[in-house]
């Protein structure tokens, strides 16, 4: 009875072994899709002259409103059209603080508060970097865009902003 039961026992060690240790000739590469722009509003930049609100841009938007929304923004996406940008909408009007962390695009960052107004710009957010990019100001809402644009437009702390959801 006891060679049986160690005969059974070592033909299935040897059954095991032969298809654990099988090798597994499915290719290991992993597919990634890039994160494609979805619109989600519409947002305008304003700038006031003669104390008359002039617009400065109109941009299409997506809405960071979410907690993994917000923390996720634009990582790991490779462009985005000049016409584009990413509104974050905080909880709370606060000095706020962002990061490129897997952000793969350089970015001006706009800080903006509860009233829609610009209060301080950080520019040319470099790619990758961890270093924390505070506002100077409480800020409600966060536009992201390409690098540059706020020079190109000439946007500038007190300039204003209105957007609309889809």
């Not at 722009?37 to 109109?58: A, H, N, R, V, W």
């Not at 909880?91 to 962390?101: A, D, G, H, L, P």
């Not at 107004?117 to 506002?135: F, G, T």
Request: proline fraction near 2%; charged fraction near 25%; include cysteine.
């Amino acid at each position: 009875m006891k060679t049986t039961h160690i005969y059974s026992l070592s033909l299935l060690c040897i059954t095991l072994a032969m298809f654990s240790c099988k090798t597994d000739q499915k290719s290991n590469t992993t597919i990634t899709k890039e994160i494609s722009f979805t619109k989600e509003g519409e947002l305008s930049l304003f700038t006031l002259e003669d104390s008359i609100p002039k617009l400065i841009t109109q941009l299409d938007i997506e809405i960071a409103d979410s907690d993994y929304e917000r923390e996720t923004g634009l990582m790991y996406r490779k462009t985005m059209e000049n016409k584009q940008g990413m509104l974050f909408i905080s909880e709370e009007n606060k000095v706020q603080s962002f990061y490129m962390k897997n952000t793969l695009i350089p970015l001006d960052i706009i800080y903006i508060d509860q009233g829609h107004k610009v209060v301080s710009i950080q520019k040319e957010a470099k790619p990758l970097d961890e270093k924390s990019l505070v506002s100077k100001g409480p800020a409600k809402y966060i536009l992201e865009v390409n690098a540059k644009l706020t020079d190109l437009w000439n946007l500038k702390t007190g300039d204003s902003i209105s957007f609309s959801k889809l």
